[in-house]
């Protein structure tokens, strides 16, 4: 399909492994961001690209956390020495162009269970 | 710190009956709004937004609601239909839409039939 998807959809780590999640946005968008939403909590910000570079991680929890993205294309988000509050989904989102946030299509998102 | 609230976790409604979404946000630099309607195993859909210089928009059987004095903005669906039975996401953004989301943490809405 033509939509934003991520990979793994599900992943199971070990308290302290590393674990890498990818993004793979619309063609042709320049804009991706990273949400996470922990269980009864709203969807939490962490990071935007505009092309390759990120001019906005304050939503970054830790410096454990880090994306880049490379080709202006395929994201993707590390979190190093998991811990158990990394458990979450995380959802990656695209749009045409920074700004017009109703323009953001999301992925089906990467459930993250840290044991 | 939750910036933007939604207090019900669940809402149930009878099918072509109204149903009636709330969110309150707290943050006064916030001047643009946006529902998204999420089904399981996908990410969230735009539905509707409204910016603050509007107290009202609406889009087929979808309307949103904004007080800002209140702080407050609501989503209605009529006639509700099963197929809006989903979580329902409010978000708010400044500058007009131009900066980051911030997301309440849902409502799950179910229509019986």
């Known amino acids: 399909g033509a939509g934003v998807s991520q990979s793994p959809s599900n992943k199971v780590t070990e308290k302290g492994k590393d674990v890498e999640l990818r993004c793979d946005p619309i063609?042709?968008?320049?804009?991706l961001y990273w949400y996470r939403q922990s269980l009864g909590q709203g969807l939490e910000f962490l990071i935007y690209?505009?092309?390759?570079?990120?001019?906005?991680k304050s939503g970054l929890p830790s410096d454990r956390f880090s994306a880049e993205r490379t080709g202006g294309s395929v994201s993707t988000l590390t979190i190093q020495r998991t811990q158990q509050e990394d458990s979450a989904v995380y959802l990656c989102?695209?749009?045409?162009?920074?700004?017009?946030?109703?323009?953001?299509?999301f992925g089906p998102g990467t459930r993250l269970t840290v044991l | 710190d939750q910036q933007v609230k939604q207090n019900s976790p669940s809402l149930s409604v009878q099918e072509g009956r109204i149903s009636i979404l709330n969110c309150d946000y707290t943050?006064?630099?916030?001047?643009?709004f946006l529902w998204y309607k999420k089904y399981p195993a996908e990410g969230p859909t735009f539905l509707i937004s409204?910016?603050?210089?509007?107290d009202k928009n609406e889009d087929g059987r979808f309307t949103v609601f904004l007080n800002k004095s209140a702080k407050h903005l609501s989503l209605h669906i009529v006639p509700s239909q099963p197929g809006d039975s989903a979580v329902y996401f409010c978000?708010?953004?400044?500058?007009?839409?131009?900066?980051?989301?911030?997301f309440g943490t849902g409502t799950r809405l179910t229509i019986i039939p």
């Open positions: 989102a695209s749009s045409p162009a920074w700004g017009r946030v109703d323009t953001q299509y």
């Open positions: 063609s042709g968008h320049t804009a």
């Open positions: 690209f505009q092309g390759n570079s990120a001019p906005d």
């Open positions: 943050n006064s630099m916030f001047d643009y």
């Open positions: 409204i910016s603050s210089i509007k």
């Open positions: 978000a708010a953004s400044s500058n007009f839409g131009n900066e980051k989301l911030t």
